[in-house]
């Protein structure tokens, strides 16, 4: 059996300081309201949270990124970012990559049963069944997963815990020309806390939920910074595990409840050395592991859009646990020639992944056999190199840099039954799939700062990939492929400076996602069927931005916003020949929209946030795999928005907030409302999810409470729709049950 053999869908200047301050508040309890508001007591507790809300407010001045590959504040950067912080996400109850960025407006993370198999799109670049990524992973300065057709990259994004990490950068947009392949959709980077050699420090933190109607889920996590030569040297140690309870039951002869819980472990261990105020070496290691014992997918039927069993209730005949295990180490040599700032970063990554698959209905209950499984083995090696040189800041900058990496993939699938009455193992076919891939890109850009207000940016990136693509079944060679293909990119961004406080900018860039080679198509004897493609080549889009980000109001409102219209062509798209399914280019597609976020900070108490999404992802020609021009592509709402409150107050002198999210999407289509298309349509319904948060600080403690799915809605996140054309109910992963759960952290 190919990979493309329908059994089922396979399967970051050193900081000397401490990033987070505590906040001093003050605000005293007293019986009588109006005694508390005349007493002195009261207003030195209102002169405190507002030096508190002062102190935020300065933040949004220096918040910076590197999404330019400089470090530079957000409000200066080009494009739309978004940073979120690892704190605040941890005390409203984030756990994994769809609460991460799941929720923001315009981000499509589409699970497909859990954390660590998800497929993130931006801006409604997506056509639903991906082989390659549209959105690119990054570990500070470390591309992560794989870059080619063959070992599930698409659907297996990095759902990193958050172990040690500082924040989430969200780059949106086409980051192709600096970030290179798969990142035509836009960009996620896990910033992580760099070592301090000024001071030790640490934290120590647990955390308790329940999921209504699940178990008990709970999480420990420490981090510990020594210093091992003042100002010299240190060492970062973190670690974290994570027990999921589970909420999803399961009828049939593998019948059991609480089937989806399981565990997430990681260990993170950071070395900083500067043996010279010029030169840094950064030594990093990180390990986690994520295992379920079944998926948090239920049946649903396709034409009523209800679950078929009944709620959070899926029928299994054997179990579908999985594993996926995640290494990367990574070394950053820095070294500031005054001129321009040297770069050299080398990495090594290992992904297992190991999934279970119920088949049973898929091979049409055969009396003969107790259930069918298909299990799926993935593996992916892969190592990078990068050579980079950055200029100086001054009226002409510029960037250039080598990019390096080589993957070595394998796929193994084992389609098996168990023998009616609890007979031996049956194996039914079996497949292999070793893959390589090998990319060399030189990359840079100039910008020219014209004076104070104006700055032009011009970039452009060279790649040429080789791969090659095996395929056994049953132990025997059935095909080997080659493949080369070249792609560039370019950038070009133009940015004025309206005054101190505001910027509008103008941005055109490029991204691409690699070509690769095709195994043979078969037909249903086996037979290899003449004239099919051999190989698929590269799709490509531009994207054209206008921009405004600003801080205004004395910096207590900060707004954003962005109009974008992105062509794409050459779409890679799965096309069904005989009984294989192979990669094919054709049509194109335009998506418009908008975006908008904003901040505001209504006194020393109050604070507002909210941001919205408008979206139109359509095909504009013919694409035979997929549909006609006109078809909306999948997995995108045409209208999402967040909304925000949080407010400031005190208990018993100690810092203390309370604040409540909503986020509304839209309905999505989940494939092409389309006869023959390759990916079968489900309408996914628009949703509305509250969640609640509260928080305190006793000195070094921090306590903090939330509720997520406040009203216990069954959000429909992501629909699968592969198997209903063999008529099959449809796989949906709903929001989780209203979760109530608190944390408890210790800083010292």
Known sequence: MSRSTRFAPLGTPHERTRCHKRRKLAALIAPSLAALCASPLW?????????????????LDVVTVTATRRREPVRDVPLRVETLGAESMERAGAASLSDYVGGLPGVDVKTSGGPGRGAVTMRGVSVGEQQIATVGMYVDEVAFGSSSAFVGGANTALDLSLLDLRHIEVLRGPQGTLYGAGAMGGLLKYVTHEPDSSQFSGKLGVGLRSARGGALGHTEHAVINVPLSQDVAALRVSAFNDHEGGYIKAVGKAAGDHINDGDTRGARVSVLIEPMSRMKLRLAHTQQEIQRNGLNVVEYDAAKGQPVYGDLTRHLDTGEAYKTKTRLSSADFEYDFSWARLNAIASTQRLDSGTGQDATALLGH????????????????KQTQELRLTSARGTLEWLA?????????HVGQRLWAQLAGGGGDMTLTTTGQPSEYRERAFYGDLTWNVDPTWSLTLGARVAKNEQV???????QLSSSAPSEDTAKTYLATLRYAVDKQSNVYFRAASGYRPGGPNSPAIDADGQIIPGTPTTFSHDTLWSYELGYKADLLDKRLSLEAALFNIEWKDLQQPKAVGASTIVVNAGKARVHGLEFAARYKLDARWNLDGSFAWTVPKLTEDAPALGPAGARLPNTAKLAYTLGLRYAYGIASNPAYAGLSVRRVGQRNAGFDTAGSSVPNFSQPAYTLVDAQWGMEIGRWQLSAYIRNLTDKRAILAADTALTAFGLPLNVTTAAPRTVGANLTLNF
């Open 43 to 59: 207003a030195q507790a209102q002169a405190a949270v507002a030096a508190d809300t002062k102190a935020d407010v300065e933040k």
């Open 366 to 381: 055969n009396p003969a056999f107790d259930f069918v499984a298909l299990d799926n083995a993935y593996g992916l090696r």
């Open 401 to 409: 840099g080598y990019y390096h990496t080589r993957e070595r993939g």
């Open 469 to 475: 693509y095996t395929v056994f079944i049953n132990e």
